[in-house]
């Protein structure tokens, strides 16, 4: 990437949508035939691809080390799977879709009648052409998926039943990746990669924190930037709880999922609901004219639950386009490569980026010239407006002088005029071009989420 030195705007303004589009999604294609898990070669598989984007860290944690209320399981691994009829022929059969087998199988090799085998079969009667998606993760069983067309057709007798598959002590893998700014003060981003053969849930989240990644590295950023790329709900528990001395560094964050389809983007807000993130992710939806969600927050979702459960409270939000379960692909066969379109990859990763351009530059001034209106012509400010929408951007600058008497910030600004941020940006930068405008040095915004832990830990029994 030629990203070296450049501030995220340039970075914004050098995007070819339809390359990286094209390039995010050919990334899922070569990742779509694995079987993930959320632990396994598969995962290990998919970090190692990844790697030859980003020089991500790969993280190795034993089964059985204990992360808060939970425990790092066993890991599974599978080579093949298959029913076969009395014939010889497969029925069902793990190397031609890896939904096929219920993740976390543990191993079987018999021969049963249908009514015994039909205890292990889940289908979809309402999509009867789908092979449905399922787990067994914290409770022992094995179990194949098929299409309900497959099972109606299957006949009374004798089946063979092969899972080969070894579910033992070894490592839950994640992968992580720091891009450091001019301070420690972090925006996380984080995405699921446990699912096996499925496009924009898991693999539409990873593609896009890949490709953030790739363009923030090597930036001029003000804030570090730390990418997890982890198993759902373990993963982000087991990262909290090998780090929560460093979770105070984290200011703003996002969960990525499901936003590669073709609908308008979703955001849930932090548990906080009014957070920063919140409010700059708010704003460039609002501001880009489209069609889009704001949703409350909810202990239900993605892995933004263990980041904002109560000891943590950390600004996470989770920005999706459609909702898990509001798709009717979801979690099911159907959510493969053709439901993923490059142009929402690519409009994803714009999105992402002109929030993070809110949260960099998101600064307070002081006027200096606080005593009446200062007189903009005599300064040359109008002839400096230049081109575009000079009415606007005069708008914009009275906003920022009135504005600054060192208690709002640019985005307070932007919200309470009701003018885009870049805007407001552009009248600051001209302004304190012209000597009208101070920044005020930057006080730690969140202190808060610091003591919040340190009271909590101190409090415990
Ligand atoms: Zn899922």
Redesign the pocket.
């Known amino acids: 990437m030629i990203t070296e030195g450049r501030n995220i705007s340039e970075v914004q303004s050098q995007l070819d949508p339809q390359a990286l589009g094209q390039e995010m999604h050919a990334l899922m294609a070569e990742l779509y035939p694995i079987c993930r898990s959320i632990t396994g070669d598969g995962f290990r598989r998919t970090l190692e691809r990844l790697r030859r984007e980003i020089p991500l860290e790969v993280r190795e944690v034993p089964s059985g080390t204990r992360v808060f209320d939970w425990t790092v399981p066993r890991e599974w691994n599978i080579r093949d799977a298959y029913v076969k009829n009395s014939r010889g022929e497969r029925l069902i059969d793990f190397q031609k879709h890896n939904l096929h087998v219920v993740s976390y199988s543990v191993p079987i090799h018999r021969k049963m009648p249908l009514g015994e085998l039909k205890k292990h079969l889940h289908t979809l009667p309402d999509q009867p052409d789908l092979i449905p998606?399922r787990t067994s993760y914290y409770a022992e069983n094995w179990g194949f998926c098929l299409s309900h067309r497959e099972l109606l057709r299957m006949e009374e007798g004798e089946y063979e039943v092969e899972i080969d598959a070894s579910l033992e002590d070894g490592h839950l893998t994640f992968g992580e990746y720091f891009v450091p700014g001019d301070t420690p003060e972090e925006i996380l981003i984080s995405c699921?990669a446990c699912?096996p053969s499925?496009c924009n849930?898991?693999l539409s989240g990873v593609a896009v924190a890949t490709y953030l990644a790739k363009h923030l590295a090597g930036a001029a950023l003000r804030y570090s930037y730390r990418f997890l790329f982890i198993p759902?709900t373990i993963g982000s528990i087991t990262w909290l709880s090998l780090n929560e001395e460093r979770v105070s560094e984290i200011r703003h964050g996002l969960v990525l999922?499901c936003v590669g389809d073709r609908g308008g983007l979703t955001y849930k807000r932090s548990r906080r609901g009014d957070a920063e993130v919140d409010r700059a992710v708010q704003h460039v939806l609002e501001h880009s004219g489209e069609r889009h969600e704001i949703l409350a927050f909810s202990p239900y979702g993605y892995d933004e639950r263990q980041y904002c459960s109560p000891a943590f409270n950390l600004a996470v939000g989770c920005l999706m386009r459609t909702p898990?379960g509001q798709f009717p692909e979801?979690?099911t066969s159907a959510d493969n490569l053709d439901l993923v379109d490059p142009a929402k990859l690519a409009d994803t990763v714009a999105k992402c980026l002109a929030i993070f351009s809110v949260l960099e530059n998101n600064r307070a001034y002081l006027n200096r010239n606080p005593k009446c209106e200062p007189q903009l012509g005599r300064r040359g400010l109008y002839s400096a407006m230049g081109g575009g929408d000079v009415k606007q951007l005069e708008l914009a600058m009275l906003w920022v002088l009135n504005l600054s008497d060192g208690s709002s910030k640019l985005l307070d600004i932007a919200e309470r005029a009701g003018l885009g941020f870049d805007l407001i940006q552009r009248a600051a930068d001209l302004l304190e071009q012209h000597d009208l405008l101070a920044e005020v040095p930057i006080l730690s915004s969140s202190a808060e989420p610091e003591e919040r832990v340190a009271t909590w830990t101190k409090s415990k029994p």
Do not use: E, R
């Open positions: 998606y699921h699912h499925l849930d898991n759902g999922t898990h979801y979690h």
